[in-house]
C-alpha cells in the first residue's frame, strides 16, 4: 500500500450534492485503506454517512469572508504542522483559499479538485499556486486551463458499486420520468416542467430531491396544472432504486461539472435523455442526439417522440465510469507526486 497518508478533506458544507458525495466515498475509501482522514467542513447531515475511522472537524470553511477564511487558514496550518499531516485537498472556491494560506503558513502540499466549470474571475487564483489539481472531467480541466498549475489531472468521479440494473419499460404506463438532483436553477427542472406541460399521455414524473428552489417549482407545477403527474418526493437515500424503476432518466442541467446522477443512471443501464453539455459529450457515443441546454422546444419534442416510439437514442459508455476504488488510487497517486515534488524541493534547499 506505501506509506500510510495523513490527509485534511475541505470542502464548505456536507450536504447532499454532488461533490459531499464525492469525499464522502473518497474519504471512507481512504480510511478503507490505511490512511488518515479528516474532513473539515461547517457540518451536515451526511456526517453519519461518514467511516467511523474518519475524523470530523467543525470550521466556518464556508463563510465568504476572507477575514473568517484566513482564521481557518490559520488554525488548519497550525494543526497541521502540529499533528503531522502529509496533504491538504480542497473542493470548492472559499477552501482553495483556505487551503493556499494555510500551506503556505504549514509548509504543506496542497491539492485542489475542480468540480465545476465556475466563472473565469480572481477568485480562482489560488489554483496556480495549487500542488496539483485534479478535475472531475476534461471539459472542466479545459475551461479552467489559464488558472491550473503544471500538475493538473482529470479523474472522474467514481461511483460505489451497485448490485440493481434498470428493471422499468419503455412499454408499460404510465410512463415514469425521473429527476434527482438538488433543484436549483443550473439543474434545469424548470425547463422540463415547461416542456411537459405540452405533452400528452399517461405519464408521471418523479422528482427526487431538495433544494432552494423546491417551493417555486411546486407553484410552476400548480400553474401548469400538472399536480396530479408530477410527485415531489424530497431528498431520498435509496435513488438506486429509483434509478431501476423508472422509464427514463431526465438530466436538463444548464451547467455541469459531472453529473453524478447521470453517471449511475448509465451504469445501471437506465434509458436517458440528456442535455448537450460538455462533460457529458464525454460520456456520450452519439453527442449529435444529446438536445439543447434550457431549449423548451427540443425537451418538448424528444418527449413527445419518447412517448411515441417508445425508445431512446441516445447512447453512452458505461465503461468510461470507474469505481470509487480506482477514482481513489488514482487521487492517492496524486498525493505521492505532489509530496515527491516537495520533498525534492526541500533537498534542493
Known sequence: MGKTLKVMQILPEFHEGGVER????????????GHEVLVVTKGGKLESHLDERVGVW??????????????CAMRIAG?????????????????FWIARWASSKGDIPWVATTHDTFKHSCVLAP????????SVSRSVKDHLVPYLPKNAFVIYNGLLPTEKTWQGSLEKDPFKFLFIGRLTP????????????????NWILDVVGDGPMRKELENLVDGLRLSDKVRFWGFRDDTDDWHAKCS???????????GMTLMRAI?????????NL???RELCLNPEALLKPGDEASWREALKVLLTERKVTQLFDGDKIPTVEEMTRKVLEVYQRCMALKKKEVISC
Open 267 to 275: 451504469q445501471m443501464g437506465v434509458p436517458v435523455l440528456a442535455s
Open 22 to 33: 464525492h469525499v464522502l466515498w473518497l474519504s471512507n475509501e481512504m480510511a478503507k485503506k
Open 79 to 95: 494543526r497541521a504542522k502540529k499533528e503531522g499531516w502529509d496533504i491538504l485537498h480542497a473542493h470548492s472556491r472559499v477552501p
Open 186 to 201: 443550473r439543474k434545469g427542472l424548470q425547463v422540463v416542467l415547461k416542456a411537459l406541460a405540452d405533452v400528452k399521455g
Open 127 to 134: 489554483l496556480k499556486k495549487a500542488s496539483a489539481t485534479i
Open 58 to 71: 467543525h470550521l466556518p470553511v464556508h463563510a465568504k469572508n476572507p477575514v473568517t477564511a484566513f482564521f
Open 248 to 258: 427514463c432518466f431526465l438530466f436538463p442541467s444548464l451547467e455541469e461539472g459531472m
Open 278 to 280: 460538455p462533460p457529458v
